[in-house]
């Protein structure tokens, strides 16, 4: 008897042991995770003349993210926008005209 008491206290301790070793770690957990993840575009938006896409992207998990944008003619390649392009696009806030050709603006 003593034997089979020993045994049941031995499996009944390997399986509390076995059960406290497991975590808390859920998908939820690891989808929120830059490092498992990485980052993801967003503030994503057309060009004024429709040939590019720009939008806040952080590949190289900068502090801050950056402007960068693709092109529908090369939509394989990301490119970078620079201080010097970012500085010419037109603002995305408007109003259009009631044939939506023209685009009247703020430039702050």
């Not at 509390?16 to 957990?29: G, I, P, R, W, Y």
């Not at 004024?48 to 092109?71: C, G, H, T, V």
């Not at 394989?76 to 010419?88: Q, R, V």
Request: net charge negative.
């Amino acid at each position: 008897m003593k034997k089979y008491s020993l045994t049941f206290l031995l499996v009944f301790l390997g399986f509390h042991f076995v059960s406290a070793q497991q975590s808390n770690l859920s998908v939820e957990k690891i989808m929120q995770d830059t490092i498992w993840m990485g980052t993801f575009p967003s503030d994503i938006y057309w060009g004024a003349q429709s040939q590019n896409s720009y939008f806040d992207y952080n590949p190289e998990a900068n502090p801050k993210y950056s402007l960068y944008r693709i092109n529908i003619k090369n939509h394989d390649k990301i490119l970078p926008n620079d201080w010097k392009e970012t500085e010419k696009l037109l603002p995305q806030s408007g109003d259009f005209n009631y044939a939506e050709t023209k685009k009247v603006y703020a430039d702050d």
